[in-house]
């Protein structure tokens, strides 16, 4: 599995401008080949930013996705610069472990 992560630093007033542009894409990514999960974080304490946490089969499928026109039309409006106090970061990860607590 690969994951990539992608901290969006938002700033004050923007928090419900930001998640509703994901509400309105949900479902959009979930046709994509090889996407597994989509994850959004809201931050809890100030000055931390959201994350936005997307897992896929592996590499390639995310990469395909990067490469999609559904990846060009979620990206098309970008929300206005003062809508971010900073710069964003976007990390991507292998998963080499898992583990999950046992059913009841």
Do not use: C
């Not at 401008?17 to 979930?30: H, K, L, P, W």
């Not at 996407?35 to 997307?54: A, D, H, K, S, W």
């Not at 995310?62 to 098309?76: I, P, T, Y």
């Not at 990390?91 to 009841?104: F, Y």
């Amino acid at each position: 599995m690969f994951i990539v992560a992608n901290r969006v630093p938002v700033a004050a007033g923007w928090e419900e401008t930001f998640e509703e542009r994901f509400r309105n894409r949900a479902g959009q990514i979930d046709k994509q080949p090889g996407f597994v999960r989509m994850q959004i974080l809201r931050p809890q304490t100030e000055g931390t930013p959201y994350v936005v946490l997307t897992t896929w089969k592996d590499r390639a499928a995310f990469e395909a996705w990067v490469g999609s026109e559904d990846f060009k039309l979620a990206h098309r409006n970008p929300m206005p610069k003062e809508a971010f106090n900073g710069a964003g970061g976007m990390e991507m990860h292998e998963i080499i472990l898992e583990s999950e607590a046992a059913a009841d």
